[in-house]
């Protein structure tokens, strides 16, 4: 029998694990951080319905969707823990509404259902907190109609709502959302029946254009179905999501003020967690070093004081880094490969993974049972070139 590979590259934590410890990490119980570092299990099933390669919040929101749908489901991840990149390192907001200019009516859809979903597989945590979002001089994000529910503020109303904030008018979006992403991670491994770290996919073996089994570093599986969701790794769709923007967040001591919404604004977002600490940062470089730079943080310190003054003399408690994968058009590949039909791929979201992680999910677990289901026009469709 003659067979075919399609060599998979996988990270092992060397890019997608930068420097800087994050607040999120923090937060974790020792039962929520354990959750992230199953190992390999020795009763792995080996011909599951359903092998998703990727430990990230779209590996995990596609293996929670495919599980919720009856099929039985092995996740792997190549690194010592899941959300190792930037799933676990992301700043956690989630504002469909602001999605709509940028990137369509259907992407938006997804966003609210991801919201939506969200509510139902975190009930019982303490990861997502609705909240209202204040857009601070808004051009730069809404030039057309509001977003449902939305109201523009004046300078005194937008001083009024926020205090200590600074801005010459603002448009407050409510019931928008923030998350802890890596205990929602956590959260979500928790409910997963089969999880893998240290375990990465090498290549899928192919006859005859259909998938016969996954070679990996713990040896070959052999399932129905693949879903790779490996960051800006994995499938080779030509060189789409090669591209990877570093970022920088930081997160302050304890304010002496609170606010009541995220404040989102151009060159970042500032959220204020429960423990009184500020969460902001930005940056879309191409750098490849993983260290903190101390003047892209610096830069975030003093937008932070031009909208939020009394913040400027707190100290700065952590700083962290982040490697978002790109597309590099810009619209992330989602669906099945073309010339594979039973492999599936999520890559290349960049800032917006964890904004339509479930909804994504969701999908990818309909593809597999309705085969005549398609992937929105906001996604490019994943092609490959087979050896």
Not at 23 to 29: G, I, Q
Not at 41 to 56: A, E, K, Q
Not at 136 to 155: E, F, I, K, T, V
Not at 160 to 179: F, K, L, S
Request: aromatic letters at 4%; hydrophobic letters at 45%; one cysteine or more.
């Amino acid at each position: 029998m003659t067979y075919s590979e399609v060599e998979l590259a996988f990270d092992a934590g060397q890019v997608r694990s930068p420097l800087g410890r994050t607040v999120w990490s923090l937060e974790l119980s020792l039962d929520e951080t354990l959750a992230l570092v199953p190992g390999v299990p020795s009763d792995l099933p080996r011909r599951p319905d359903v092998l998703v390669i990727g430990g990230g919040i779209q590996g995990l929101a596609a293996a929670k969707a495919c599980e919720e749908s009856g099929m039985v489901v092995v996740l792997i991840e190549a690194g010592s823990r899941l959300a190792l990149g930037s799933s676990g390192r992301a700043a956690g907001s989630l504002c469909p509404e602001l999605h709509f200019e940028t990137d369509g009516a259907e992407f938006v859809d997804l966003a609210r259902q991801s919201l939506r979903i969200y509510s139902e597989w975190l009930v019982g945590s303490s990861c997502l907190r609705r909240l209202p979002w204040l857009v601070l001089d808004p051009s730069a994000y809404l030039s057309g109609n509001l977003p449902p529910g939305a109201c523009l503020l004046s300078r005194s109303e937008t001083q009024a709502c926020e205090p200590h904030v600074v801005a010459r008018r603002a448009v407050w979006i409510p019931r928008q959302g923030h998350v802890n992403p890596l205990r929602a991670a956590s959260w979500l491994a928790s409910q997963l029946a089969h999880t893998a770290t240290g375990l990465g996919a090498l290549s899928l073996r192919l006859h005859r254009g259909r998938l016969a089994a996954v070679r990996t570093t713990q040896g070959d599986f052999w399932p129905k179905h693949v879903i790779v969701a490996s960051g800006g790794y994995g499938m080779p769709v030509g060189g789409r999501t090669a591209v990877f923007r570093k970022g920088h967040l930081l997160a302050t001591g304890e304010a002496p003020f609170r606010l009541s919404s995220v404040i989102a604004a151009e060159g970042g977002n500032v959220t204020q967690l429960p423990t009184g600490k500020l969460v902001t940062g930005g940056g879309a470089s191409a750098a490849t070093s993983r260290e903190v730079c101390e003047h892209d943080v610096a830069l975030s310190l003093q937008r932070l004081a031009r909208l939020i003054p009394s913040a400027a003399s707190i100290p700065v408690d952590v700083t962290w880094t982040c490697f978002r994968p790109a597309a590099v058009d810009g619209r992330a590949v989602v669906g099945r490969v073309e010339e594979l039909s039973d492999v599936l791929v999520t890559q290349g979201h960049e800032r917006t993974g964890l904004t339509i992680a479930p909804a994504v999910g969701r999908l990818l677990a309909s593809m597999i049972l309705k085969p005549g289901t398609a992937a929105p026009r906001c996604f490019l469709p994943p092609k490959l070139a087979l050896p």
